[in-house]
């Protein structure tokens, strides 16, 4: 098992004694139950972390470790976006939790023509929320140090201009009447920003489809079968991700 990991705002000095403290000093003493001589990994969820002794614990909340250095993780490449239709219920932290977890570097909430769910007002910034946090924590279980972006809400026009800037763009598309072709054997960036749109239950509806193709995006399916919007991403991102050697 890989050391557990916590999240920091910074690192002081870099180098020396860090207290952990607060909501990640509680789980770390009063849940993980850590104690001196083990190692913790300690992130600000971009890039930088550093590998850390345990030196002591002080009541519930405070743990103490030592800092030897501050490393920074390379930028993965290419870049994986993932635009997520709205789904319904608590399909939404799904499928931001298992897109953290295999690896994807940017989800786009998208409130799509078809989407039975609406993101207004107070609700919406509730729910973008929810799915920032469930990327965090999501981040932290799956032991990233890069933990994924989620942006605000985008619309159908927003998206179009995400694609017309990717280096791969690609919609996912569950109408096989709609000329598609399989993501298995699309010719793939060395680097650069793929960004894949993924539709909702009721799939992408033919002005969105119309939209993207004008963008540069093409329509791709996963198999011969049709797979739930919230595990749709997750599963063309593991296909993403062997395919550009990330997983290798």
């Given at each position: ?5 916590f999240?920091?705002?910074s690192?002081g000095t ?14 770390a003493v009063s849940?993980k ?5 083990e190692?913790?990994v300690l ?22 470790v030592?800092?030897?250095s501050?490393?920074e ?6 870049r994986i976006?993932v635009?997520?239709a ?7 932290e799904?499928?931001v939790?298992?897109?953290t ?10 409130q799509a023509a078809?989407?039975?769910t ?6 919406g910034?509730?729910a ?19 933990f ?7 619309t159908?026009?927003?998206v179009a201009?995400?694609l017309g ?12 009447d709609?000329d598609?072709q399989p993501?298995?054997?699309?010719e ?12 909702p239950?009721?799939g ?7 939209l993207?193709r ?7 399916v ?5 797979l ?7 599963a063309?991102?593991?296909l ?8 290798s």
């Open positions: 098992m890989t050391a557990p990991v999240v920091v705002e690192f870099d180098r020396g004694r860090f207290v952990l403290d607060g909501p990640e000093g509680r789980h849940v139950r850590l104690q001196v001589g190692e913790v992130t600000d969820g971009a890039g930088r972390y550093a590998l850390c002794p345990v030196t002591g614990v002080e009541g519930k909340d405070r743990l103490i030592d800092v030897p501050v490393e993780e390379p930028a993965p490449t290419p976006t635009v997520q709205l789904p319904k219920g608590d399909r939404g799904l499928a939790e298992t897109m977890e295999v690896g994807v570097d940017a989800i786009v909430p998208w078809r989407c039975i609406q993101w207004k007002g107070e609700r910034l509730k973008l929320g929810k799915w920032r946090n469930t990327a965090r924590e999501a981040g932290k279980q799956s032991r990233r140090v890069r994924p972006e989620v942006a605000d809400a985008a159908t026009k927003q201009a995400l800037t990717a280096d791969f763009a690609g919609v996912l598309h569950s109408d096989f709609v598609s993501l298995a054997t699309a793939l960036p060395a680097s650069g920003e793929i960004v894949l749109v993924v539709g239950e009721g992408v509806a033919g002005d969105e489809l119309a993207f004008q963008a540069g995006a093409t329509p791709y996963l198999g011969p079968t049709v739930r919007t919230s595990t749709a991403g997750t063309a991102a593991a993403l991700l062997g395919r550009t050697g990330r997983w």
